[in-house]
C-alpha cells in the first residue's frame, strides 16, 4: 500500500511530530510506502507529490512547521475549477496511492469527510492551536500556543508593573478562547475577555481600577474574537473589518489595540496593547505536544491498516480512539460558561 500524507489549514507545532510517527511505525511495523504530498490539498489536485521514506523524517518530532508545506485550498473549490473527488482520485490512481492521511483543523477535516462519503479513503488527524475541535479532549499545537502566550505575558507584565500601566494582550482565538482563558489563568491575569462571553466596558474598568487600587499593574488578555456587551446588552464588534482571508473569512485582529485606548479613557490609567499574532503559531513544539502528535501519527497509520474510511483519531482522556470525522466537526468546542465564571471570581 502507498500511503500520502497532507497537512492543510493554519500551521502548527506538531506537524512534523504527526508525520514522522505515522511514516516510522508504517515503514517498520506494517511495511508501507510513503509519499508526501504538498501544500494540503492544493497538491493532489495539481499533482504536488514526491517520495517520503523513513530517511526524511527521521529527527523531526522537535521541528515546528510542516515539511511538506500548507495551503487553505478546499478539496471541493479546487484551484481554477479543478477539484472534487474525480480529480483527487484521478491523481491519486496516477502515483498508486490507497489512502490519505489528512493532518488538520475543522475545516480541512469537514473536507476530509465530505471526501470520504464520497468514497475515498481518507484518515483524518485534528491539529488547532485554537483546541476548538469537539470529537477530541485536546488538538496538538495548543499546549504550545500557551505556553508561548504564558511566556509573553509574564515578560509584559515586568514592563508594566514598572512603568504602572494596564497592558492589554491579545492572543489568537476566532470563535473559541481555550488560549485566553489557559494562558490568562497560567499568567494570573487580572481580567480574561473570550469569544464565549460579552463584557460591558464598565466592567472591564472595574477589574483594572481594583487591580491598580491594590498596587498592581493590570493585565488583560483578550481572544481576537471578543466582543464587547452594549448598553443593550448586545454584543458589538469594535474593530474595523480588514476584509477576508483566503477561505473567504473576515480578516481578525486588533481588539487589543481598539481596547487599549477605551480602557485608558475609562479609568484614567496608562494602557498599552501587544499583539502576540501568529508568535502562537511558531517555533519547536512543547514535550506534551510532541507527545501527542506522534502518538497521533501513529494511531493514524493504524486507522488506515484497518481501513478505517472517514475515521479522525482523537484524545479521549489518555487514551487514544477514533471517532467520525463528520461528527467530530458538526460543531466547536466552546468555552463552558461554568468554567469562565470560575476563572472570573479572581478577576481585579
Not at 464520497?118 to 484518515?123: A, K, Q, R, S, W
Request: aromatic share 4%; charged share 25%.
Amino acid at each position: 500500500m502507498s500511503i500520502g500524507i497532507l497537512t492543510s489549514g493554519g500551521d502548527c507545532p506538531g506537524l512534523n511530530a504527526v508525520i514522522r510517527g505515522a511514516v516510522m511505525k508504517g515503514d517498520k511495523i506494517y511495511e508501507q510506502e510513503f509519499v508526501g504530498i504538498r501544500d494540503g490539498w492544493r497538491g493532489l489536485i495539481v499533482d504536488d507529490i514526491s517520495p517520503l521514506p523513513r530517511r526524511r523524517v527521521r529527527g523531526l518530532s522537535k521541528e515546528g512547521g510542516t515539511i511538506l508545506g500548507t495551503s487553505r485550498t478546499h478539496p471541493y473549490n479546487g484551484i481554477d475549477g479543478v477539484g472534487g473527488p474525480k480529480a483527487i482520485r484521478e491523481v491519486m490512481d496516477r502515483h498508486g496511492i490507497e489512502a490519505v492521511i489528512a493532518i488538520g483543523g475543522e475545516g480541512t477535516l469537514s473536507g476530509a469527510a465530505r471526501l470520504a462519503i464520497d468514497g475515498l479513503p481518507i484518515v483524518g488527524v485534528p491539529k488547532t492551536i485554537d483546541n476548538d475541535l469537539s470529537g477530541t479532549d485536546y488538538t496538538f499545537g495548543f499546549d504550545t500556543a500557551v505556553s508561548i502566550a504564558t511566556e509573553s505575558i509574564d515578560r509584559l507584565r515586568t514592563t508594566t508593573e514598572a512603568h504602572h500601566r494596564c497592558m492589554v494582550v491579545e492572543v489568537m482565538g476566532r470563535h473559541v478562547g481555550w488560549i485566553a482563558l489557559h494562558a490568562g489563568i497560567a499568567s494570573g491575569a487580572h481580567a480574561i475577555l473570550i469569544p464565549e462571553v460579552s463584557v460591558t466596558l464598565e466592567q472591564i474598568a472595574e477589574w483594572v481600577r481594583l487591580t491598580q487600587a491594590r498596587g498592581r499593574a493590570p493585565v488583560v488578555v483578550v481572544s481576537e474574537g471578543f466582543q464587547l456587551k452594549n448598553d443593550r446588552g448586545e454584543s458589538e464588534n469594535i474593530v474595523a473589518e480588514r476584509g477576508l482571508d483566503a477561505a473567504g473569512r473576515p480578516r481578525l485582529g486588533g481588539i487589543g489595540e481598539a481596547l487599549a485606548p477605551l480602557i485608558e479613557a475609562k479609568t484614567g490609567i496608562e494602557t498599552r496593547a501587544a499583539t502576540l499574532g501568529h508568535l502562537q503559531r511558531g517555533g519547536v513544539p512543547t514535550a506534551y505536544d510532541r507527545v501527542l502528535a506522534t502518538r497521533f501519527g501513529h494511531a493514524a497509520i493504524d486507522a488506515v491498516m484497518q481501513r478505517k474510511w472517514g475515521q479522525m483519531v482523537a484524545l479521549k482522556g489518555i487514551d487514544i480512539e477514533t471517532v467520525p470525522m463528520d461528527e467530530a466537526t458538526k460543531e466547536l468546542k466552546k468555552v463552558p460558561r461554568e468554567q469562565w465564571d470560575d476563572v472570573a471570581v479572581l478577576f481585579g
